[in-house]
Every structure is written in structure tokens, then in C-alpha cells.
């Protein structure tokens, strides 16, 4: 073994140093990889240890590591490429959210394959930290744009910052509150699957590994390949079990979800797919698609009994969990609350990106609130911030997209909801959100075909890409349609309620004066300004015109407006 390791710098890192650290990230329980990408790491390391300071090929790495058979071609399967980019991930927001314990850091440069030990000095600004002097840091502008260095050459100031700021927000939390509130995690989910019988084992290792990425895109779940950890009052531990079956050109899965820690089977369920002439390649990622939807959307299994066995005083992942729930109902619970709960989940951890990008989108949810200058600054500065600590997190880019389609930049929102979409292509609520803009930008077909695929292999249609196909309907004037899809919509803001009356106005229904009357009771003297909310929502000219004419029909009186038809 080398006696020592060297960055690019030219500063010696010792054999001892940085094995310690290597042992040290690995062990953390705060280090959120998979242990695939735990494994990868480990084998980068070794090699820079033994003093191999060329980047491994990814095919060593699919074979060594991952267990690919010899014919693994890396330009057809992209698994060390993704598992390479979660695991960068990974390690910069550890050292980002929690500094540098020692003096050696490990970095995972971009373009090669390989783990660099590189030391940090701690000198005059410890100094000052003990002799209690103020240091301040001046938070540079976020723009959409903007990203953080990947690089791990953390500057001793910066790893004081985070660790100070991180303590002063602890402190002030519990000292406002009285006490330290429940802060949960990501729930630790660990996968296994089995073939039903021997003839299909390759089939069954290949759909558990495309699955295991598939999951780890979400960022909803934190994925184990192995037992679940022990027990812990921050976050709940399952595992799901998996049997793999084939009958003819029908591939399927029987699966049930355990808790990991008394494994009781909580849920269970068969996801199937026809292969019908198409290959098992495409056959397993349709099933695959399904499955990853199932376990980790975010009313998925997985979140679903998070979302019901944590306390509502929770903060963290449940309280995330809670207030995507009433951003994606329209937020009709206590928004202030839950804006709250994000506050205090943000102070708890000021990295917290999830809950940033949340807290951003609920900022926007009520109606009017696009108009405030000040919430509207405030929800930007939130998804800017959220994107550039966490730039591979659909969620981060999900709230980009709607702060920047609230502001008027329509071209940049759909940037980045085709971002989101291209990190997670399985989740509904991005294909809904995203269809959402484009309809409401008059991208007609293109948002229209998004909210029916948002619909895939999913129990509930999202309400997003539900009003996407009640207002597609309208349009086309299959007002029976467009009635039918908007009462299926769980939740009615006075967009949804106004489809109800306009569609039965448009089909003269006597039913019509009663939709009427509850948009009027929810929203009294709408006439004069259910438009301008529409508009504020990004609405088209040519679709509030249309209700417009169903509206006069179902009895609504309207001022002259000057509505433009034509877009």
C-alpha cells in the first residue's frame, strides 16, 4: 500500500488519514448513499489508497462492484454513470450540510471515475471562533442559474459558517419553542427480490437493480441493499419483498412491504405488464416505472404510511410530506401552519432542500398570493436556493418551475419542468405539474398528452393533470366530458368550480344554477374578478373567455372586460 495519498495540490494526505475518513463518512448515519453507492466509493478509494491515481474504467466498476456479468457494455446501460452522479451527490451535501470533522475531505471529481483525499487547514478562523469574535458571510444573489462548486476544497470559513449557523439555528429553535420538536427522516426502505424459479433469476437481478435507481431518483426514500438500520425515533425502516414471475408474454411482481423493525406486513399488491411483441428490456422498464411509482411517489406506499404514522408536530421529511399533500389539494388546510412547520424544518436545517422547494411552491398555492411582490420574491429565492444545493432534485426544479410560470417567465418554467421531468421521468406529479404549464402556456396537444401519461399505473389521477383534461375537454367542447372529469376532482378552487357550472351551462342543464351558486358561495362577486385570479395563475386569454361564455349561460353576469379570444 502507498505510505501516503496525494490530492491535486501536492498536500500529502497519510494512508492512516484517509482510511480514517473514508471509515468515518461510510459509518455516519447522516450520509445518505445507497449501499451500492457506498460500495463504489469504498473501491475508488482502495484504489487511490493503493496509489492508483488513474480513473477506473466504469466497466471495472460494474463488474467489481455492481456484479454485472463480462458482457456488461457501458454505452447501453447507464447504471455506473447514475450511480456515480447519486454518490457525488451524496458527499457534497454531507460536507455541505455538516462541514469537515478532521482536516481530509473526499471529493469525486466530474468526468472520471476516481476518489481524491484532499486535506483543509484550520488556522486563524478557529482563532477567532474562540476568542468569540462575530463573523459574518454575505449570502451571494441565487439565480436560476447559478450552482454550487462540487469541488471539495471547502474552505475552513465556509465549514465554519455551516457549523455555526447550524448551532444558532438549533439553539433559537429551542429556545422559541421551549423544547426540540421530532425530526424525521427519509424513510430507510432495503429491496430484495427472487425469482419463482431458476430460469428467471437474471431477469429478476435485472429488474431489481433498474429499480433500485429508479427509486433513488425519487429522493423521496433513502434505498438500502441491505438490513434496514437499527431502530430510531427520526425515521421509519421497511423492507420490500419481491417475487419475480413470467407467464408467457405477461411479466409480473408480487410484492408486500414490511416494517423493518417487527416485520409485519403493512401492504401488498401484483404489478403486471403484457410484453405483447416488445422486448424484455422494454417489458421489465414498464414494470419497473410501475413498481418505482408504487413504493416512492409521493402518494406512494412508502410515503403514504409515513405520511399517517408520524405526528403532525413533526418536523422534516413529515412535515414535507404533509405540505405537498396541500400544495397538490390546492391548499385548502391551515397553510400557515404548515408554512410554519417548513420554517422551523429549515432553521432546524438550514440544507434542508426538500423542505425549501416545498415551502416555496406553498408560498403560491393560495390564490392571489402570485400577485405579492414580497411572497413572490420570497418563493423565488426559495427555489433558487433549493436548485442550487440540490440540482439533481426534481423537487428543487419542480418549484423553479412554478415561481418562474407565477412571475411571467413561461419559457424558463418550462426549462425547468423538462428537467425535472429528464431527473424522474416515473413520477406523476412532475408530469402533471409540467402539463399544467404547458396548457395553461397554450401548449394544447403537449400538456394535454403529459396529464394522460401522468396517469399511469397510478390509483389516483394527480389533480394537476386531472384539470389539464377537464379544461382539454372544455375546449373541445365535449362539455359532458369536461362536467364529468371537473366533479371528479376531489378538491374545487374556483377554477375547477367554474368548469363544473360553465360545461352544464354549455349543455343547458338545470343543474347549472346550483354549480353556479357554489362558486359563488366560495367565491362571492366572482363576476368582477374570477378573471383576474385566473390571469394571475397563468390562465390563457383564450380559455377564461370560453368560460366565460359557459358561465352567461349557466346565469353569471359579466362587465365588459375586453377578454381577447385568439392567443
Known sequence: MSAEVRDADTVKVTTADAEAELGRLIADVRFHATERQKAILIYLAEKQIAGCDDSTKAYAIAIDVLGRPSGFDPSTDPIVRIEMSRLRSAVSNYYEAFGVEGDVVIGLPKGRYVADFNRVFLPAEVGDLERGEEIAAEEPELTSGSSPAHGFRMSARAALFAIAGAIVAAGAGATLYGRQPVFTQQPVVAISIQAADDDLRGEASQTRDLLLTALTRFQTLTVSASAPPPPSSRLGVYRVEMKYY????????????LDGRAQDVLRSGIERVEADGRTPVAARAELVAILARRFAATRGVINNIELHETSSASLGNACVLRAEYLVDEGGSGDMAQMADCLGRTIAADPLDTDAMATLSRLLLAPAGAAT?????RRAIALANRAVSLAPL???AQMALMAAHFFSGRTEAAIGAGNRALALN????????KLALVLYFSGFWEAGSSLAQDAGRSVDSLPRDAQLVLALDAYRSNDWSEASLLAEQINFGDDLVRAIRAASLG???SDQ????LADLRASSPGFESDLFRKLEARGVKPSITASLEAG???AGASFTSRGVAVAD
Request: aromatic fraction near 6%; hydrophobic fraction near 35%.
Open 246 to 257: 413470467s407467464d408467457g408474454d405477461e411479466r409480473m411482481v408480487w410484492w408486500q412491504v
Open 372 to 376: 405579492d411582490p414580497a411572497i413572490m
Open 393 to 395: 432534485s426534481d423537487r
Open 425 to 432: 421521468p416515473n413520477n406523476p406529479e412532475v408530469s402533471a
Open 506 to 508: 354549455e349543455l343547458g
Open 512 to 515: 347549472a344554477k346550483g354549480r
Open 551 to 553: 358561465l352567461t349561460k
